[in-house]
């Protein structure tokens, strides 16, 4: 069994900055790509940043500059580096790993629990 396991959300106000993690955990043979995505309230989830085995990343314009997700490829962790946080930036954040469990099986995406980011104005 995956898991995947968020910490690193709270409250900050405008312009303040915050790490998120999170953790795959389990019988794991590969990882292709792990990633970010946010829901706020009434709104569709979106992804936020996601980065692949070899290191490419990739960005929503909305976020492009502020945050920066890395990966431990060791350690099976995504982060999420937040800097200049703003009020529309509030939602719960959701860690996405793309993985096999096994050499010859397909690439299956597993979701963590969602942890919440509120940034107050």
């Not at 955990?25 to 990633?35: D, Y």
């Not at 829901?39 to 569709?44: F, T």
């Not at 954040?93 to 979701?111: I, Q, S």
Request: include cysteine.
């Amino acid at each position: 069994q995956v898991q995947l396991v968020e910490s690193g959300g709270g409250l900050v106000q405008a312009g303040g900055s915050l790490r998120l993690s999170c953790a795959a955990s389990g019988s794991i043979f590969s990882i292709t790509a792990m990633g970010w995505y946010r829901q706020a309230p009434g709104k569709q989830r979106e992804l936020v940043a996601r980065i692949f085995s070899g290191g490419s990343t990739t960005y929503v314009d909305s976020v492009k500059g502020r945050f920066t997700i890395s990966r431990d490829n060791a350690k099976n962790t995504v982060y999420l580096q937040m800097n200049n946080l703003k009020p529309e930036d509030t939602a719960v954040y959701y860690c996405n790993a793309d993985l096999k469990l096994r050499m010859f099986t397909p690439v299956t995406g597993y979701w963590g629990q969602g942890t919440q980011v509120t940034v107050s104005s």
